[in-house]
């Protein structure tokens, strides 16, 4: 009975969430053991996040390298029903991100409300691209001989994504989508102030049968965790997005190392516009295969 | 065996002439619709690889000339980017059919000056040359459909630097899409192979091409570098060694210049059990041996399956008792001359180098001439993947041979390089090819052929073997602000 009573005095105190990494499927802490102090944007403590390590980032690239064979091998088909099992999963959270976002970026609640439904219509969109892509990009090619040959798009492999760092959901859907959409795997580098709404995500992306390994998200300092994978040699390609032009140019100059793909960072006015699909060309190969018709065969017995 | 066979087809001589050819003795650079001296007056000297002939001398581009040529370039590209794309377009087909008309003029010239055999310049480049410039003439007017918005823009003067072993099809492959899309252009051949695209300025003048919308600039490493560094050029494009490449991109970073890169390779050539013997000793022998090996997508690696490997090597080295090595004028020769002494020393060590790893050495007998660069086709067996000759990029008639066991040990193997630009996969079955072509990590796969080239088909390497794609729509991103 006593219980009952105390109940009605006390608030209930809320339970807070352990923000972690998403990592190979998995949501380990940062390896140093590090966190930083994340705030709103009037400087009210809303949780601790993940400082991740130069560690972290080389465990991120294992994971996403082991996923990448399996991922950029699915049928198109599969991968942008995965893609469209994200948008269901996030719209069953969309209070849960509005609030994360509004806290995040300062928006009103409509705003954010707004945000979070142009993130999702933007995985419903990128779902839509995935077995798409290859048609727009890739074809036949009219060549003057007796041979067959055609170019087909292939993902470049390990991408890292600098996620913008103003936009914190909407502008972070917007870099990772097109870039898993054609085949590779991520590692994302989360907006450094407003990280919390990127490693909710990666809560999402875990339930959205997306293997464990096609993105990873890390949180943390920027300029950090960026320099080791701009230097990695297992990584791929960058997307600079969320690097100011000093830390764009350091980057593209270890970049250059082992010719990873770059694409600079651009200035996006609005990002709930439709996005082209440069973001996907960006980290496309293109593989031209060729083989003999004997169409032309002179000897007429060549086929 | 092979004398045999040598002498059962002996020819005889059949060289073509050189009359066809004015060249000379000295050419300055071609800036702003004129051939004008370097500001400093520094000169060098060309020759025929061949016969170390000294063919003529030649003025080398300095930091001051890079700045003169790319102003010309920047004032040409106002008029020359408003003009409607039709009459871009006829002015392209103006040059593919000057050379077309010039073309035994510049086969031979690119022969001399190069050291490959007559029949590749005659029969491969400059067919190839006169075909790049249409294809990319009949975009011009058509940019609107090409796939990258309503109305491109070009990007400004493109910087383009390229390399001596295919001096002429390079410049089309960066000259062609670079005007088609409304661009000007400043080129700097490479110092062994200036002449041809000397000559070319003359073609842009039968052409009645504006001033400075193409400027050529003859001259060493440091003029490219000077070029690719000017703060006025929007577009650089590099073809040539992996590691300038990398340097290259160091020196554009932070800026917005627009880069592509076509660098090294160590192309595989996989031949399975079941392949038609005949056409893969053909595809090897052309895979590898084309213009001396001196090819960025050579077939440099073959893979062939465990089974008949005995039966492979013996009838490919049957056919390199075949080839003919010599004067690369004559119309008999496969194999011509290395392209320069620096090359030549390059290919020795790195043979040398094979050898010492313990990989077994092989070549037909194989008489080289007295003068000039020469090296014999050469074959290394008991490669393993550790092996120099297996990792890097001879640039040289060198093959090293490997073996797999199976489908899934021939991609690995083919796919164990930082580089990624092309490969041969050889066999009948038609499921095999599209897996296995599916899994190499390559931007170009030719299955049951090889070296094959066409304008309208994008080429272009995976990993270090640089990104961009030169030819068909894809070559046209490159030239336009998207």
């Known amino acids: ?303 | 065996m092979a004398s045999a066979f040598t002498s059962a087809f002996e020819y005889a001589p059949a060289p073509e002439s050189r009359s066809v050819v004015d060249i000379a003795p000295s050419y300055g650079l071609f800036i702003d619709g004129e051939f004008t001296e370097a500001a400093d007056g520094r000169v060098f000297k060309t020759v025929s690889p061949s016969t170390e002939e000294v063919l003529s001398e030649i003025a080398q581009a300095g930091e001051a000339d890079v700045d003169r040529a790319v102003k010309a370039a920047r004032r040409a590209f106002g008029a020359w980017s408003a003009l409607p794309g039709a009459e871009r377009a006829k002015y392209l087909f103006r040059i593919a059919r000057i050379i077309q008309e010039r073309s035994r003029e510049l086969a031979v010239l690119e022969t001399l000056d190069n050291g490959k055999p007559i029949r590749e310049t005659r029969d491969a480049d400059l067919p190839l040359v006169a075909a790049h410039f249409f294809y990319y003439a009949g975009w011009a007017d058509k940019l609107d459909h090409a796939g990258f918005g309503s109305s491109p823009k070009p990007l400004g003067v493109a910087g383009q630097v390229i390399p001596w072993n295919f001096p002429l099809l390079m410049l089309a492959w960066k000259i062609a899409p670079a005007l088609a899309t409304g661009n000007t252009v400043v080129l700097k051949p490479a110092e062994t192979t200036p002449l041809s695209a000397l000559f070319f300025a003359d073609v842009c003048r039968q052409a009645g091409l504006p001033r400075g919308v193409v400027n050529i600039l003859p001259g060493y490493g440091d003029t490219g570098a000077a070029l690719v560094a000017h703060p006025d050029v929007n577009k650089v494009a590099f073809t040539g060694s992996t590691a300038v490449g990398k340097a290259i991109a160091k020196t554009v970073a932070g800026s917005r210049k627009k880069l592509t890169l076509e660098l090294g390779g160590k192309g595989a050539n996989i031949v399975f059990d079941d392949a038609p013997i005949d056409q893969a000793v053909e595809g090897i022998v052309n895979g590898i041996f084309f213009n001396q090996g001196q090819v960025c997508c050579a077939g440099s690696r073959l893979l062939v399956q465990e089974s008949i490997q005995e039966e492979l090597l013996e009838s490919l080295k049957r056919r390199l008792s075949t080839l003919r090595l010599g004067d690369p004028l004559d119309k008999n020769t496969d194999i011509g001359a290395i392209n320069s002494e620096e090359q030549l020393t390059r290919i020795t060590s790195l043979v040398e180098q094979g050898e010492a790893e313990g990989a077994e050495r092989w070549s037909p007998a194989c008489e080289l001439p007295n003068a000039g660069f020469w090296f014999a086709p050469t074959l290394f067996t008991n490669v393993t993947q550790a092996h120099t000759v297996a990792r890097d990029e001879i640039f040289g008639p060198v093959l090293s041979v490997l073996t797999f066991r199976t489908p899934d040990e021939a991609v690995a193997k083919a796919n164990n390089t930082p580089y990624g630009l092309s490969a041969g996969v050889w066999t009948e079955k038609g499921s095999r090819i599209l897996a296995v072509a599916n899994k190499l990590r390559a931007g170009v796969v030719w299955s049951n052929t090889f070296n094959k080239f066409d304008p309208t088909s994008p080429f272009g390497g995976y990993k270090e073997s640089g990104f961009g794609r030169e030819g068909g729509r894809h070559g046209l991103e490159a030239y336009l602000d998207v």
């Open chain 1, 1 to 303: 009975m006593s219980d009952k009573s105390e109940k009605t005095e006390q608030p209930r105190l809320s339970v807070f969430k352990t923000y972690k990494l998403y990592v190979g499927g998995k949501f380990p802490r940062s390896e140093s053991g590090r966190v930083y102090e994340v705030t709103d944007a009037q400087g009210r403590w809303l949780a601790n996040a993940p400082q991740s390590s130069r560690k972290d980032a080389r465990d991120a690239v294992v994971a996403a390298r082991k996923a990448f064979g399996g991922w950029a091998g699915a049928t198109a088909y599969n991968r942008g029903q995965i893609l469209y099992r994200v948008a269901e999963m996030l719209e069953g959270r969309r209070g849960q991100f509005a609030r994360e976002v509004a806290d995040a970026e300062g928006l009103s609640k409509s705003r954010a409300a707004a945000a979070v439904d142009a993130t999702i219509d933007r995985w419903v969109w990128y779902a839509g691209w995935t077995d798409k892509i290859a048609q727009v990009v890739g074809g036949g090619n009219p060549v003057a001989g007796p041979y067959f040959n055609l170019s087909s798009p292939e993902p470049t492999g390990v991408v890292t994504v600098l996620a913008p760092q103003d936009s914190s959901f909407l502008g972070l859907v917007s870099v990772v989508a097109p870039v898993i959409a054609t085949g590779n795997t991520a590692v994302v580098i989360a907006s450094e102030r407003s990280p919390l709404p990127a490693l909710s995500l990666g809560e999402v992306l875990a339930t959205s049968d997306l293997p464990g390994g096609v993105v990873n998200v890390l949180s943390g300092r920027t300029a950090e965790i960026a320099a080791p994978l701009a230097s990695h040699q297992d990584v791929n390609a960058i997307d600079l997005a969320g690097a100011d032009e000093a830390l764009a140019k350091e980057l593209e100059i270890a970049a250059a190392d082992n010719l990873k793909r770059v694409l600079r960072p651009q200035a996006v006015d609005d990002w709930a516009a439709t996005p082209g699909i440069d973001r996907m060309t960006a980290f496309l190969e293109t593989k031209t295969v060729w083989h003999p018709t004997g169409s032309l065969g002179a000897s007429g017995s060549s086929y």
